[in-house]
């Protein structure tokens, strides 16, 4: 059975002026991990967004481990990654990777013991007693991570996590989620405008092109697993990664300015 | 220790100044009328102690029930007007206008409301002085929460009391904590002046008054370093109350 299964999903904004998603189709199976990529505009954050259940679509369907999304949220199946890292100033590192949790009610001591495994999985366990603020932007990143991942969701959906940190951050982050998703083999929904953040992470990669955010294609990525470092130097990678920007090259139009603002008014 | 070093020139401002006053009242021989020296204000505050910390107090627990009542009542109206939008959207404009009216002005009416000679009438008079600031800011910190904050909430299926109380409380609790700093001063200023358009006796506002009225304007500054000391003592248990609950603040310890 597919983890997500997208059903010729529809979205538009300004009283249906502009059309955000067009007719999208897209399934993802198990332990896959897709990214969306394309130009501002293209509606892939608002196709994460239709997929979390956070806005409805105009039309179509979204069905998540065989329930719709809707339902799939209130059974607490998402973990949800945004660009910042929506942590809780008043809480420590802890208690933010424990929030979830105490959500579903989990008892005390089996919350310790998930947190301690989750401060461990993104190297943090000396800053656990620490607050947000006393941390670095992809430390922050890192506890964001943690906290989606605490409750084992069938489906962690990334809205470009890594967007506003430095390139080398950046990189050693994208290491680092590859490893703990090899461990824990979750299925990712991945948004990026970094062709190579694409590519070097994902199982497939899915080209978008905007006004109307359609699919414009479909890349399957075959490097070889684990990745390392050195699969940024490969051959096929820069193959892949060419294919993806002709892909995007090809439907790259742009959007007219007020069309964005609009977009952005209805985020 | 580090503490009394960052208070020392704040306190040599101090001293710097009292000595200066009472240097001056001295070498010019300024009318005692007009501004007593330091060291008689100081030696009838000691001399009258007896009649000036029980007429302290008493005004002391009036504003401290007018605080407590109109901040009461203002985070419970904030409470309201942030859970039903319309409704914000109906009183906002009237408690805006409201807050550029001269409050103080009321006084008088407040006297004849409530008995005049009663505490109750003072009470209204702070009330009413702390409601305003203390509901427009606890609105402002509820309504604060980050758009993003409330959809993660969602997306772990939390009710809508539950973002409250995750979310938007203790997102709220600083500014609740400002307002109440604004309200503790309020308060005093309050009681004091409600004395003013006359009270019982034994109140300070009262012994202010009727101290300047027979010229004996030592008592009354002796009254109004009373009125001081309260009033910062209040606001340092508000200050001290907001390091207990917002402890995880970064900025909380410079306030």
Redesign the interface.
């Known amino acids: 059975m597919s983890v997500v299964e997208i059903k010729g999903v529809t979205k538009t904004f300004a009283q249906g002026n502009i059309t955000a998603l067009e007719n999208i189709e897209l399934e993802l199976q198990p332990g896959e991990f897709v990214s969306l990529i394309g130009p501002s505009g293209c509606g892939k954050s608002t196709l994460l967004r239709v997929v979390?259940?956070?806005t409805p679509p105009t039309h179509g369907t979204v069905t998540v481990n065989g329930k719709p999304a809707h339902q799939a949220?209130?059974?607490?199946d998402?973990?949800?990654v945004?660009q910042?890292s929506?942590l809780?100033?008043?809480?420590?590192v802890a208690k933010n990777i424990a929030?979830?949790l105490e959500?579903?009610g989990w008892d005390r001591e089996r919350r310790r013991t998930r947190v301690e495994e989750m401060l461990d999985l993104v190297e943090l366990r000396s800053f656990a007693d620490h607050?947000p603020?006393q941390l670095s932007g992809g430390m922050q990143q890192r506890v964001s991570i943690a906290r989606a991942l605490s409750f084992e969701p069938a489906l962690l959906l990334m809205d470009e996590p890594f967007g506003a940190l430095d390139e080398m951050t950046r990189e050693r982050l994208n290491l680092e989620l590859l490893s703990i998703w090899e461990k824990l083999g979750s299925t990712v929904v991945f948004v990026t405008h970094s062709i190579s953040e694409a590519v070097f992470l994902s199982t497939r990669v899915v080209v978008m092109s905007p006004r109307p955010g359609r699919i414009a294609g479909v890349v399957e990525i075959d490097l070889p697993n684990p990745r390392t470092a050195e699969t940024r130097y490969t051959p096929r990678f820069f193959e892949l990664v060419t294919k993806v920007r002709e892909l995007l090259r090809s439907r790259g139009e742009h959007l007219l300015p007020e069309e964005e603002e609009l977009l952005e008014a209805d985020r | 220790m580090k503490r009394i070093v960052e208070w020392l020139p704040a306190l040599a401002v101090f001293v710097l100044v009292v000595g200066l006053w009472e240097g001056l009242v001295r070498a010019l021989h300024v009318q005692q009328f007009l501004l007593p020296k330091p060291s008689t204000i100081v030696s009838v505050f000691w001399s009258d102690r007896h009649t000036l910390w029980p007429a302290g107090w008493y005004t002391f627990k009036e504003a401290l029930g007018g605080f407590a009542i109109g901040s009461g009542l203002g985070i419970l109206a904030a409470t309201i007007v942030g859970r039903f939008r319309t409704l914000g959207t109906a009183l906002m404009p009237i408690f805006i206008a409201a807050n550029a009216v001269p409050i103080i002005a009321f006084a008088p009416i407040f006297g004849a409301w409530f008995n005049p000679i009663s505490p109750r009438s003072k009470m209204a008079v702070a009330g009413v002085l702390c409601f305003l600031p203390v509901m427009v800011n606890t609105l402002r910190g509820l309504n604060s929460a980050k758009p993003r904050q409330i959809e993660l909430m969602r997306s772990y299926a939390a009710s809508e009391l539950e973002i409250w109380r995750r979310v938007r409380v203790p997102t709220a609790l600083p500014f609740l904590f400002t307002a109440l700093k604004v309200a503790s001063v309020l308060a005093m200023i309050g009681a004091i002046v409600g004395e003013y358009f006359g009270g019982s006796l034994n109140a300070l506002g009262v012994l202010i008054n009727n101290a300047a009225d027979v010229f004996q304007f030592p008592l009354a500054w002796a009254g109004i370093l009373v009125a001081s000391l309260l009033g910062i003592a209040l606001y340092g248990a508000v200050v001290a109350a907001e390091r207990v609950v917002v402890r995880w603040a970064p900025d909380t310890r410079d306030a």
Do not use: E, N
């Open positions: 979390g259940d956070l949220r209130k059974d607490g998402y973990g949800i945004f910042d929506v809780f100033d008043w809480r420590t929030l979830p959500m579903l607050h603020w």
